[in-house]
């Protein structure tokens, strides 16, 4: 499984942006994907996850209510709609898959920077 994400940039405080993810490969394996994020110093957090089978979504408590993760399914490709941003958004944002057994995340791409300017 590949993944390449897109949309990163730097942006003001209150502005929104979204990041994609295209997935490509043996994509059938994939059970569920999430967005994670590492801020300079940090060490990389949760941001939302995705569960194909039915679209359950989960997000962090830094994001619920900002950030929105879909999914089209035509396109193999994730999405995460980021809204009023804030500085502590600024990091690498890594979209990620997990294919069972287990919940680990297996395959990850190359991040794509956020950076959200005051």
């Known amino acids: 499984v590949r993944l390449v994400e897109s949309g990163g940039g730097s942006v003001q405080v209150g502005d929104s942006l979204r990041l994609s993810c295209a997935a490509s490969?043996?994509?059938?394996?994939?059970?569920?994907m999430g967005w994670f994020r590492q801020a300079p110093g940090k060490e990389r957090e949760f941001v939302a996850s995705?569960?194909?089978?039915?679209?359950?979504?989960q997000y962090a408590d830094s994001v619920k209510g900002r950030f929105t993760i879909s999914r089209d399914n035509a396109k193999n490709t994730m999405y995460l709609e980021m809204t009023s941003l804030k500085p502590e958004d600024t990091a690498v944002y890594f979209c990620?898959?997990?294919?069972?057994?287990?919940?680990?995340?297996?395959?990850w791409g190359q991040g794509t920077q956020v950076t959200v300017s005051s």
């Open positions: 490969g043996r994509t059938f394996v994939i059970y569920r």
């Open positions: 990620a898959a997990n294919s069972p057994p287990g919940f680990r995340y297996d395959y």
């Open positions: 995705f569960r194909w089978s039915d679209g359950i979504t």
